[in-house]
């Protein structure tokens, strides 16, 4: 196929701006992470999965014609950034406020961006060619909300990070299947916990954030129970 055209505005379709809307996110949470307002690093990645999870929808919704898989290619970029290096930023500049052994946080940091593009890289390899709606590996927005509800929690404690991080990188690039969510009562739930999270209103006790808790134990719940299913059926 021999382009007409190569002008950006010739690619560029509403669902790609969604997705850079999520790229920038992760840009501000990386720069809130650096300036160590660590809230404001954890909401930006909330807002990450926010803008992620919309952008197919648009997509579909607008008829997205995207034969050159533009959309594709921008979606991956961005969640690069987003969900492979923001969340690496955003501990590694935690463990700076904590004593904690700089080249353990390295390692993981590395683990994580390393594992996120290689989860990035494979679904593009096989999304049209494995017989599963689903995710082959944990979806990797759930490394970004995991981090984020951890550190909205108040209480955060660094070797528990370190611990989850490689736990969930490692499930990322493992071949668990892990189903896309219908159960909207249960998505209506996790969407109320993250507007509460993020929101003014108030909803920790003695300095826990229920609504935080609540996120992760909801995540956690479907990072694990897939994972026993899997090993279960082999």
């Not at 990797?140 to 984020?148: K, T």
Request: charged share 10%.
């Amino acid at each position: 196929m021999i382009l007409k055209s190569v002008k950006i505005q010739s690619f560029v379709a509403i669902s790609d701006i969604v997705s850079l809307l999520n790229m920038l996110s992760g840009f501000c949470s990386i720069i809130a992470s650096i300036n160590q307002d660590f809230k404001l690093g954890a909401i930006f990645l909330i807002l990450t999965i926010v803008f992620d999870s919309i952008d197919g929808w648009v997509a579909r919704y607008f008829n997205r014609n995207d034969e050159l898989g533009f959309g594709k290619n921008i979606d991956s970029l961005c969640d690069v950034v987003s969900f492979a290096i923001a969340p690496a930023v955003l501990l590694y500049c935690l463990s700076k406020t904590v004593p904690s052994p700089e080249i353990i946080t390295i390692i993981v940091c590395a683990i994580m961006a390393s594992c996120g593009v290689l989860r990035l890289t494979r679904y593009n390899v096989i999304a049209d060619h494995v017989d599963f709606k689903g995710f082959i590996g944990f979806p990797i927005p759930g490394i970004a909300l995991i981090l984020a509800a951890y550190t909205l929690s108040g209480a955060f404690n660094i070797y528990i990070a370190y611990i989850l991080m490689i736990i969930v990188s490692y499930l990322m690039i493992s071949d668990v299947k892990y189903p896309k969510f219908s159960n909207i009562p249960v998505i209506g739930i996790a969407v109320l916990l993250i507007i509460l999270m993020i929101s003014p209103i108030p909803t920790a006790i003695y300095g826990v954030d229920i609504s935080a808790v609540l996120l992760l134990l909801l995540t956690f719940y479907y990072l694990f129970i897939n994972l026993i299913k899997h090993y279960k059926s082999n």
